[in-house]
């Protein structure tokens, strides 16, 4: 709507919208952090498992010592779960290079730290008495498990965009009966004060559409007694103003001096200027009694000879020639008392200040869609 401007603060659209994205990029970020810690907690459980069931496949017949395996070599390793399986309580001769492991390890699973590096053992002790353990480092199992939780990131982070321009744009959708209602409201004229319809709108909008209907109601019964007293006042002055024309006319055929004369002149010209005003106020309130002010198929000829038999008398006084040139009638949409008031006022001023013995002709014609009088 023209000269309308929406501040985004004052905006029911805009805090919404802002509430709800806030709300669910909090919620999702919630979801996100719980879900990450979750997957990270499962992903450690589950690589505890994998430790507790490659111990339990152990046997002495499927332990072999690697005297040429160093631990550097095995971190080196390119492969994702790098798992050392070495025995307790070795001599010297049969000691692997691995991890400098205590004898007296408990039996379970368990964190033990080497070198100031956390790994995560399992000690088992075999049918034939040999202990042994399965170790893996922290760090490559948290690299794991942090891979994890990622991945179960990655659906909040596409999420949290789509629903908040899904939000947007279903809160403008909700919105747009409000809009459409606002633009029919601006289309309206103004002697147009019938009832908002009710139908299609949002409940929450319902009590404000009809606060706007008993408003509308009392203006127009406010305008309703203003037309009707101007209707009154004129009509109770034209009788007042019209036995003073008649007396002032009367004072015309007595002798009296040229003051005197002159001074009726100016009365019978105040007097014929207050009938021109009152004739206006009457078709004002005539007009704006309308329930539509456009009536269509209105006659510009009609009007014409209306005018004609109301200002004759006045075009005889100045000796004028006055008439109807344009032999084809048009007809305009417009209110027939709007057109009649244009064309009688047109018609008195050039009647007033036409010279003597003039001319005033009347003419319409059609131009394409265009209409000119």
Known sequence: MDGFQITPGRSLQFRLSLWLACCILIIALAAGALSFAIAFEDANTLQDDQLRQVASLLSKSTLTI????????????????????Q????????????LTLASDLPEGIQTVSVNNE????????????QRIAVAQQTSVRDEIARDSGLST?????????????????????LFKPITRMASELDRRHEQDLGDVEETCIPLE???????INRLLARVSRSLDLQRRFMADAAHELRSPLTALTLQAEGLEATEMSPQARERLQALRNGLHRAQILLNQLLALARAQGQAQPGTPGVSVHKVFRQTLEDLMPQAEAQKLDIGVVSREDVEVAISETDLSTIIKNLVDNTIRYTPSGGRVDLDVQRDGERVQI
């Open 153 to 173: 990131l990655m659906p909040f982070l596409v999420l949290i965009p789509v629903l908040v321009i899904l939000l947007r744009v279903l809160i403008q959708r």
């Open 205 to 211: 909008i319902v009590p404000f559409v009809a606060a």
């Open 87 to 98: 025995q307790l309580e070795q001599d010297e001769d049969s000691r692997p290079m691995g």
């Open 118 to 129: 956390p790994w995560r053992i399992v000690v088992k002790t075999l049918r034939s008495g």
């Open 66 to 85: 690697s005297k040429n395996t160093t631990l550097r070599n095995i971190l080196d390793s390119k492969s994702d779960s790098r798992l050392i399986i």
